[in-house]
């Protein structure tokens, strides 16, 4: 592939928007989802029950998802679960029209989009590094970042909004969105067949890839634990906030400066993607929110916490993207689904262990030593990194030179 700058790359701006398009079409469904069921049942128990089973549906179709995509042609894989994701939403944006979007409807057609998605990320994940040459894989996965990061932060707005002046609008918009990113990826002209050989077929490949590479298991274990941790913070946000402030608009600009953060440093990482070691980019982002949340323990308050929370976000995202870097370039293009799919389930079964540490931390002891306790997870979390000799000599994506 000739040299040419990222955003000059015709098949990554389409692979870029395709996914960007699902992102944004999933989220306002999946924003969109509990409010239906609240209208449909008045019941926040039903809601609760039906937002746990589509995460279940997701998580259990994760590596099967991932074992399509090194099965199959990644760009007939991508086509097949955009559009049928465009047509379940679509159906179920129906259903609400005509007032028969029943639970057991509404469970049928969303598990569906969400078994769907599995497969459409671990396609997506094994495509790009056919679409964008080795050089700039760090800047493209750094780009994909800031797509997510963007579609958190001004996805879930409209949804509400449609939400309110028809609880179908939402639907049908997300099923747009999904039926543009249909045509996207059908516009690829540069082929993404299905690997010539699969090597072992079973669901547990990918995980059992990730576990036998020392450096991608190092990765994989730190970065897990990292977010798992991190997710208990905005759990202490709420509660220091109703304490302290004893009102929601606190907490929500608290979550909004977040959500900016994450977005500056999506498109930070666009240019620090290639230089930073990934042993180096584990300690940054497990330190810095580490020696902050120590800080916040001391005095907790609200504007501490943000500040922790904020630049845990800032620097996330270089991160990420140069971990991901150096597992889609350590990874066979055979496995590549099936990798992205098992690192996919890790972080669906870790990170939800957050929150309810938080809850019990709170229940026995005050804020001050839970976010004590959150600090020393993160520190030791550096530590194992600072000490691992896997990571000591792994370069940085973009080459010694970049």
């Known amino acids: ?15 870029w928007s395709a996914q960007a398009l699902t992102t944004t079409g999933t989220l306002s469904a999946m924003v969109a ?57 679509g159906l179920l944006a129906l259903a609400v029209h005509v007032d028969a979007a029943t639970i057991p409807v509404v469970l049928l057609l969303t598990v569906l989009r969400g078994a769907l998605a599995g497969a459409f990320g671990a396609a997506g994940a094994a495509a790009l590094p056919h679409v964008v040459p080795p050089a700039q894989l760090p800047t493209a ?61 079973g669901l547990t490949t990918g995980l059992v890839f990730l576990w036998r590479d020392g450096v991608l298991r190092r990765i994989t274990l730190v970065g897990t634990a990292h977010n798992a941790v991190f997710s208990a913070v905005p759990l202490l ?57 120590a800080l916040a323990a001391i005095s907790p308050s609200l504007e501490s916490l943000a500040v922790a929370l904020t630049a845990g976000c800032l620097v996330s995202p270089p991160a990420d993207a140069v971990l991901t870097s150096v597992r889609v370039v350590r990874t066979p293009d055979a496995l590549q689904g099936r990798t992205q799919a098992a690192v996919g389930l890790v972080g669906m079964c870790a990170t939800p262990l957050g929150p309810p540490a938080a809850g019990l931390l709170l229940d026995h ?34 080459g010694p030179d970049a």
């Open 237 to 293: 946000l709420v509660v220091i906030g109703l304490r302290q402030h004893d009102s929601g608009l606190s907490i929500g600009l608290v979550y909004t400066a977040t959500g900016v953060g994450s977005l500056v440093g999506a498109l930070a990482a666009t240019a620090l993607s290639r230089r930073l070691p990934p042993r180096r980019a584990l300690l940054i982002t497990c330190w810095v929110p580490a020696v902050l949340l």
């Open 1 to 15: 592939m000739p040299p040419t700058r990222l955003l000059g790359n015709r098949d990554f701006r389409l692979l």
């Open 33 to 89: 989802l509990p409010l239906l069921v609240l209208h449909q049942t008045g019941s926040a128990a039903v809601a609760g029950l039906v937002g746990f089973a589509v995460l279940a549906a997701a998580a259990l179709a994760t590596l099967p998802g991932g074992r399509v995509a090194d099965r199959y042609d990644r760009r007939a894989v991508l086509v097949c679960c955009a559009g049928g994701s465009a047509i379940s939403t």
């Open 141 to 201: 996965l750094a780009t994909n970042t800031a797509r997510l990061a963007a579609a958190a932060l001004v996805g879930p707005a409209p949804a509400g909004a449609l939400f309110g002046v028809s609880p179908e609008l939402p639907f049908w918009a997300a099923a747009v969105a999904l039926l543009v990113a249909t045509a996207c990826v059908m516009a690829i002209r540069t082929p993404l067949p299905a690997p010539a050989g699969t090597g072992p077929s």
């Open 365 to 398: 002891v005050d804020v001050g030593v839970a976010l004590l306790v959150l600090a020393t997870s993160l520190a030791a979390l550096a530590v194992v990194a600072t000490l691992s000799p896997q990571l000591r000599h792994v370069p940085a994506p973009g």
